[in-house]
C-alpha cells in the first residue's frame, strides 16, 4: 500500500463509510474530519476491513499480517473506539461502527489529549450544522429511522402503564442490559467547544450505551464508565428532571444506546425543528391531548418543548369558560409531535394527558432487521449481501435471509428486486407456498 497518497488512504476510507447502508456524504469537512481521527496508516487498515463483524484469523487475512501484528493493530483500533470487539460463541470478533451512532460520537465521549477535541467539535459543527447533507441523508434518507424516541414513564398514569409495551420503557432497556456504560455526552460537548454550550445547562454525564458496545468503550479507552442498573436509573430520573428526551437505537431487542437530549444541542431534534414536519426519528406510541377546559394558558409547555410543536392560541368563545375572554389555550401539532411526554410532565394545571395513537408505530425487532429494512429503502441491499468480506460466512448470509424472509411482500419484492438474485426469489417463491 506504500503507493497511495495520503488522500487516497482517506478516500478509500471514505467509500468504505460509504459502503455500508448509513455512510457519510463527501466533503472537505468530512476528510479533515477522518484526518483527525485517524492517521493515514489507520485509513489505510481500516478501508480494508469489513463492514460488518470480522474475526482476527480475517482481519490478518486481509491486512498479509501475523494475526499476532494483526490483534495489536486490532487492539490499538479499538483504544481510539474506531473499532468495536465482542465475543461470540467464544469467539473474539470486531465490527466497524457506523458514523452515528458510533465512531464520531465516541470521540466526544470522554475528554481526551491525543486529537484536539475542539477543532474536531468546530469540524463537527459544519459538517452537520451548516454543510447538512449528512444530517438529511441520516435523518430522512430511509423510512425506517435510526432512532426512536422513549416516553418519559413517570408522566404515565396507572392505566396507561398496563399498555406500555417492553421495549417502549427505557428502564426495561436498562433492566435487560448485560452491562451498561455511562459517557459524557457527545451533543453538548461538541457544542460546548463549538461556541454555542447548551443553553438548558444540562448534565453532561447521561449518555447510556448497552451490552457489547459498553463494555468495549469502557474496556478500551474508558470512553464510558461501567455502572449498575441502579446507577443507570438514577441517570434517566436526572435527564427527566431536566426535560431532556430519551432517544436509542430504533429496535425492539437489546438496542445499543440511549442517549438524553436538549432541543438545542442534539442533532436529531434539531432535525426536527429545521425540517418539519418531516421526522428524522421514529415517535413514541403516545400522544398529547391538551383539556381545554383545565388549560390556564400560561405556555409553560411551548416553551419546554424541544421541537416547538407546542403554541400558544386564542380559544374560540366555544373553548373559553365563562369569564375568561381572550384566553389562550395550548395546542400541540400532531404532525411533529414526538409524543415524549415532556409538556405533559411541566403542566402545572394537568391539563395535557398522554392518549395511546390510534395507529401503532412499527418498531424493528432487532439490528439485523432495521439494517436490512434501511438497505432495502435505500437501494443498497445489493452492498450488504455482494460485499464479500462482510458476508463471507453461510451463517451471516443467513441471518440476512431470515430477515428478508420476515419482512411484508413489498419489501420482500423490493429486495428480489435489488438483490437480482434466483437464490432469493426461489426462497421468496418457497415461502409464499408455505403460506397458502
Known amino acids: 500500500m506504500g503507493h497511495l497518497t495520503t488522500r487516497d488512504a482517506y478516500k478509500n476510507l471514505e467509500e468504505r463509510i460509504n459502503w455500508f447502508t448509513q455512510g457519510a456524504p463527501p466533503s ?6 477522518l484526518q483527525v481521527l485517524y492517521t493515514e496508516k489507520e485509513a489505510k487498515w481500516v478501508s480494508l476491513l469489513p463492514v460488518r463483524p470480522f474475526t482476527l484469523k480475517r482481519a490478518a487475512k486481509i491486512w498479509r499480517t501475523t494475526e499476532a501484528k494483526a490483534e495489536k493493530l486490532l487492539d490499538h483500533l479499538c483504544e481510539k473506539a474506531l473499532l468495536v470487539d465482542s465475543c461470540y460463541h ?5 465490527v466497524m461502527p457506523p458514523p452515528m451512532a458510533g465512531f464520531i460520537e465516541f470521540a466526544l465521549m470522554r475528554t481526551r489529549g491525543d486529537i484536539d477535541q475542539k477543532y474536531l467539535s468546530q469540524l463537527y459543527f459544519q459538517y452537520m450544522n451548516v454543510e447538512e447533507d449528512f444530517v438529511k441523508d441520516l435523518f430522512f434518507a430511509t423510512e425506517t429511522k435510526l432512532g426512536r424516541v422513549f416516553v418519559q414513564e413517570p408522566v404515565l398514569t396507572s392505566d396507561k402503564m398496563t399498555h406500555i409495551l417492553d ?3 427505557a428502564t426495561h432497556i436498562v433492566e435487560e442490559a448485560s452491562y451498561i456504560g455511562l459517557g459524557t455526552c457527545y451533543c453538548r ?17 447521561v449518555c447510556l450505551t448497552f451490552d457489547n458496545v459498553a463494555r468495549s468503550l469502557a474496556e478500551h479507552g474508558a470512553y464510558t464508565r461501567l455502572i449498575s442498573k441502579e446507577e443507570a436509573l438514577e441517570a434517566l430520573e436526572r435527564s427527566y428532571a431536566c426535560n431532556l428526551v430519551q432517544i436509542g437505537e430504533n429496535v425492539r431487542e437489546h438496542p445499543a444506546f440511549i442517549c438524553n437530549c436538549c432541543g438545542c444541542c442534539c442533532e436529531a431534534l434539531q432535525a426536527a425543528r429545521r425540517f418539519s414536519p418531516m421526522q428524522p426519528m421514529a415517535t413514541t406510541n403516545y400522544i398529547p391531548e391538551v383539556s381545554k377546559e383545565t388549560c390556564i394558558g400560561c405556555g409553560k409547555c411551548a416553551k419546554i418543548c424541544p421541537i416547538l410543536a407546542v403554541t400558544m392560541e386564542e380559544g374560540s368563545r366555544q373553548e373559553r369558560p365563562e369569564g375568561t375572554v381572550g384566553k389562550r389555550i395550548a395546542k400541540i401539532d400532531m404532525e411533529i409531535c414526538l409524543g415524549c411526554g415532556i409538556c405533559a410532565r411541566n403542566c402545572p394545571a394537568k391539563a395535557i394527558e398522554l392518549k395511546r395513537r390510534p395507529i401503532q408505530v412499527i418498531t424493528p425487532v432487532n439490528s439485523t432487521h ?14 450488504l449481501i455482494f460485499d464479500n468480506q462482510a458476508f463471507a460466512s453461510h451463517r451471516a448470509m443467513a441471518a440476512v435471509f431470515g430477515t428478508i424472509l420476515k419482512l411484508p411482500p413489498v419489501k420482500q419484492a423490493l429486495a428480489s428486486k435489488q438483490f437480482q438474485s434466483v437464490y432469493l426469489d426461489k426462497l421468496l417463491s418457497m415461502q409464499k407456498k408455505q403460506t397458502e
Not at 467464544?90 to 470486531?94: I, L, N, P, T, V
Open 28 to 33: 472537505e469537512t468530512l476528510y479533515k474530519i
Open 167 to 169: 421495549y417502549e420503557r
Open 189 to 205: 460537548h461538541k457544542a460546548y467547544h463549538a461556541g454555542h454550550p447548551c443553553k438548558m445547562d444540562a448534565p453532561w454525564d
Open 90 to 94: 467464544g469467539e473474539r470478533q470486531f
Open 370 to 383: 432495521r439494517f436490512v429494512l434501511q438497505a432495502i429503502e435505500k437501494g443498497t441491499l445489493q452492498n
